[in-house]
């Protein structure tokens, strides 16, 4: 239970200010896509090495960067859009992944990889999260800037700055690095979960990326804590009992949230009316 808050503690801090950027991209269902891209490299390091962290993690890396790469090439150099390239890449990928840990392994193994076990993490896994998680912080601490812009005006940011394929290219890598973290904890299916809800949250509840970026993490790592928690209480799978925790914050947030809520507009209007 300890490594596992440690788990969650270093995913917030690392995965989740990633979803604050992809939803401020308006790019999440882009992470859910790179989420299930990386299980086929992470089935074929669990073929070569079995419950290998390395050969996992660095399997995982490789597909999700191939995805990300092969779509954009095919987006710049056809007509289709990458949205489209991008869901077509990964849903191969995820076919050849669950093809692979289906036909080579047991059933056990292939819940391990799609909803990990975040109960069992060790202590290589909780150093490799972590690092991810510093490296992670590090660089948007020092792209924060090439960032923002590419979410507000990224043509803007070609034409002033040589640095916008960096942050482009950059923060792809970033997201597959946190989802590859994200999947030793939480499996490919639900990695994506603990980056994307708190992120989404967060935009009731402020409109400064600063505090949406403090908002997000405390919220993450608060569902980490309270799904813990209840799956021990309750007897429940501690994956899934995270990720649902953190969809209450959600549910939450759209009602009770002080901005752009059903509520809100509904004030608004009586306001106006008034």
Sequence with gaps: ????????????????????????????????????????????????????????????????????????LVARNTVAREDASLA??????????????????????????????????????????????????????????????????PGFLRSVSPLSPVAHYGFLVLTV?????GFHALGTLMSVGI?????AAARFWARDTTMLLIISSVAAFLSGAVGLLLSYHLSLPSGPAIILTAGLFYVLSLCLGIYSTPMTRLREKRHLEA
């Design 88 to 153: 077509a890449f990964y849903l191969i990928s995820l076919a050849i992944g669950v093809l692979i840990v289906s036909t080579r392994g047991s059933n056990v193994d292939l819940l391990h990889v799609l909803f990990g076990t975040v109960l069992a993490l060790d202590d290589n896994a909780i150093y490799l999260i972590s690092g991810i998680a510093t490296f992670t912080l590090l660089t948007l601490a020092v792209f924060y800037r090439p960032l923002i812009m590419e979410c507000v005006d």
């Design 1 to 72: 239970m300890r490594r596992a808050l440690v788990g969650c503690l270093a995913l917030s801090l690392g995965a989740t200010p990633i979803g604050v950027f992809l939803t401020l991209r308006r790019m999440s269902l882009t992470g859910d896509a790179m989420a299930h891209a990386i299980l086929p490299g992470a089935a074929i390091g669990y073929l070569i090495s079995g419950l290998s962290l390395g050969a996992m993690t660095l399997g995982g890396i490789a597909a999700g960067l191939a995805v990300a790469i092969l779509s954009g």
């Design 195 to 199: 980056m994307i809800l708190p992120a």
């Design 177 to 181: 690095l946190n989802l590859v973290g």
